[in-house]
């Protein structure tokens, strides 16, 4: 199986340092052979999450669940916002449920302060739909992490992204394919059974 990667890019700010990492991130995951896509909220006019209105999306919303439906694993950046994440971020996970589990999620902050907070809380809202998260994630601190092209400047930092997209794929891959076969089994007691059509 080769695994289909998404990262989600959060803030709506030009030049994100936070995006910016996440596609250093998804092009590392290319080079082990994922399919990677990237997902970039500021492109995208995702309207406000309302249940009641569920069904009437637009063809742009469309292609957003279509994206999410075709991700094994995710990437997950939000900028440091008070520390919590991005409106922007908590918008697009109220969207989804059942179609994060099964699925392995990594976190990029873009913070001061190391993001922790923010990148728990993206991990709560992943748990309670049943995602998987990685043990750790990635805070980068724009201003001192990158140079005035645009580039890294932190060899480590570097090597910890390279590290955080070859695990996700690794991990993500494993986690996946169980999943799937524990929805195709016949086996009752798997969490993955309640997800059987
Ligand atoms: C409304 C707002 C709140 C912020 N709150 C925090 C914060 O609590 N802690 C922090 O370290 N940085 C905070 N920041 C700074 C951003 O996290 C920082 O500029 C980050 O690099 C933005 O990410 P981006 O470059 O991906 O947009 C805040 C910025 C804004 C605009």
């Known amino acids: 199986m080769t695994i289909k990667i998404l990262g989600v890019g959060s803030s709506m700010r030009e030049g994100s340092f936070g995006t910016?990492?996440?596609k250093t991130v998804l092009d590392a995951a290319g080079k082990?052979?994922?399919?990677?896509?990237?997902?970039?909220?500021?492109?995208?006019?995702?309207?406000?999450f309302n249940p009641d209105i569920s069904n009437e999306y637009d063809e742009q919303m469309k292609k957003v669940i279509e994206n999410v439906s075709w991700a094994d694993a995710f990437v997950l950046a939000s900028p440091d916002y008070h520390g919590s994440m991005s409106g922007a971020m908590k918008n697009f996970l109220d969207f989804y449920w059942e179609e994060f589990a099964g699925k392995t999620f990594g976190y990029i902050?873009?913070?001061h302060e190391k993001g922790l907070t923010v990148m728990d809380q993206m991990r709560t809202a992943v748990r309670q739909c049943y995602g998987w998260s990685l043990p750790y994630g990635v805070s980068i601190n724009g201003e001192q992490d990158f140079d005035e092209k645009g580039e890294i400047?932190?060899?480590?930092?570097?090597?910890?992204?390279?590290?955080?997209?070859?695990?996700?794929?690794?991990?993500?891959?494993?986690?996946?394919?169980?999943?799937?076969?524990?929805?195709?089994?016949?086996i009752s007691d798997t969490f993955a059974a309640r997800y059987r059509l």
């Open 20 to 22: 910016r990492t996440l």
């Open 32 to 48: 082990h052979e994922a399919k990677t896509r990237l997902l970039d909220l500021r492109n995208i006019r995702m309207p406000m």
């Open 109 to 111: 902050c873009s913070s």
């Open 153 to 186: 400047v932190d060899s480590l930092l570097v090597k910890r992204l390279i590290i955080l997209a070859r695990d996700l794929l690794v991990y993500g891959k494993l986690i996946r394919e169980q999943f799937l076969r524990d929805i195709t089994s016949n």
